[in-house]
């Protein structure tokens, strides 16, 4: 039992679970493309996997917490989760309500997972090669990802669910569009910061294998809001923490490039053709008055609604969207999520529950105000911080996000979440307890 419990208490044996979170968790984000009826025990044989790999994560989360509880640095973790911790155990009540108590019992599960996760974390990114190891995993894990996707794409598109086209007309393949576009528009995001804020040793390397990866995604993705927030955060970024001779040279390179292109297409011929191309691009076959109504999100958003006056402090139960738990919007009926991360949980658990889990991300990012004006690595987290903050808001405005289906953004939002905590307790400690 004494080996056992040193065991647990080991911050190797932390970091493992950690690990075993980051590569397989995210498992639970790929759907089987296109089975027939015939075959249908290959999707029962995918459920019962998730379940599997989601188990393990609940329960080796909890007995890790329930262990290590006594330790007082990793209490000082947990404390920072307590408004979470609270808006956790309020979606756990909402499951009595709920019209699809399965649904909601399964979602809580993955809420769960990723919280006892975060806060394990926490217990051990207050050590800044923790956070470094942990980074790089977090970066691989999303390589593994983009490789897997654009592979098969290449094999066939439609079981990539990558073709946008045909995706509907032919049921869902392994990853949702949208949920591969922000997978890989976070994995360039976040190579770019391990490459150009914490030089990390191996930052260039990775940063190289994610643009051969991710890059490729981002784009057979289509997904305007993806392409859009890595155009805005990754040249800030870069241009931010980017050294003089960096800058320099990108300046005069710019003004070589519009040089010769002056002299090259005087007429602008080619800029024509190219913004062309990209409009098109960009609109994926859609009018401007699609795009005025957000791709159909402002039917979506309207429906939710009124289902939501019906239920304004409670709501309807965890993950619910409706009353009944049927919600007919874009031509069927579904549990659809409200493509607004705000939205989404205001529908299922009431403003008692978004209350409570803005109160709990409210704290957490308070407290990481701490890491600007500390050592140089807490600064540099803390701009980091920003930047994917940033992507963040900008992202979950027109999709349900970090508190949505449990996908890769998911797992990178509760990543960033533990790291802040880790590091922000230890610049909170006294000068000679501070961790290197």
């Known amino acids: 039992m004494a080996a056992w419990g040193r065991f647990l208490a080991a911050q190797e044996t932390r970091f493992a679970f950690c690990v075993f979170v980051i590569y397989l968790l995210p498992v639970l984000t790929y759907t089987m493309p296109g089975i027939p009826p015939e075959n249908a025990s290959s999707d029962r044989l995918l459920a019962l996997g998730k379940a599997a790999i989601l188990g393990s994560v609940i329960f080796g989360g909890t007995v890790l917490v329930l262990h290590c509880i006594l330790d007082a640095r990793f209490r000082q973790a947990a404390r920072a989760f307590v408004f979470l911790i609270a808006f956790f155990a309020w979606a756990v009540t909402t499951i009595l309500w709920s019209p699809l108590k399965g649904t909601s019992v399964g979602q809580v599960g993955g809420f769960y997972g ?3 996760y975060a806060i394990v974390l926490a217990s051990i990114a207050d050590h800044r090669g923790n956070v470094s190891r942990i980074l790089w995993h977090l970066c691989a894990s999303l390589v593994c990802l983009a490789t897997l996707i654009v592979g098969v794409y290449f094999v066939d598109p439609v079981a ?3 073709d946008r086209s045909i995706l509907n007309l032919l049921g869902d393949g392994l990853v949702h569009p949208t949920a591969s576009g922000a997978a890989a528009s976070l994995s360039l995001l976040l190579a770019s910061i391990a490459c150009f804020v914490f030089r990390f040793h191996w930052a260039k390397g990775m940063l190289i294998a994610t643009l051969i990866t991710s890059g490729p995604l981002l784009l057979l993705s289509n997904s305007r809001t993806a392409t859009i927030l890595a155009a805005l955060t990754i040249p800030a970024c870069v241009w931010m923490f980017g050294t ?6 990108s300046v005069l390179m710019a003004g070589a490039f519009c040089l010769a292109y002056l002299v090259l297409d005087p007429g602008f011929a080619l ?4 913004l062309g191309s990209s409009a098109q691009y960009l609109m994926r076959g859609q009018d401007v008055s699609q795009l005025r109504q957000a791709s159909g ?3 979506m958003w309207s429906a939710v609604w009124s289902e939501y006056v019906h239920a ?3 709501g309807h139960g965890y993950y619910m969207t409706s009353r009944t738990g049927s919600l007919y919007v874009w031509n069927h009926f579904a549990n659809h999520t409200a493509h607004n991360v705000y939205l989404q949980v205001l529908a299922g658990t009431g403003l008692i529950g978004l209350s409570l889990l803005l109160v709990g991300l409210g704290v957490i990012a308070f407290r990481s105000l701490r890491l600007f004006g500390a050592d140089r690595f807490a600064n540099h987290l803390g701009w980091s911080l920003v930047f994917c903050a940033a992507w963040y808001l900008g992202w979950s405005l027109g999709c349900s996000s970090f508190m949505g289906p449990l996908r890769y953004e998911s797992v990178v939002f509760f990543t960033l979440v533990g790291i802040a905590v880790g590091q922000t307790n230890r ?3 006294r000068p000679d307890e501070i961790s290197s």
């Open 271 to 274: 800029t024509e053709d190219a």
């Open 297 to 299: 999100r402002q039917e």
């Open 312 to 314: 304004p402090v409670c």
């Open 160 to 162: 990539s669910g990558l």
């Open 244 to 249: 003089l001779r960096f800058r320099a040279v």
């Open 427 to 429: 610049i909170m400690r």
């Open 114 to 116: 990723l919280l006892v």
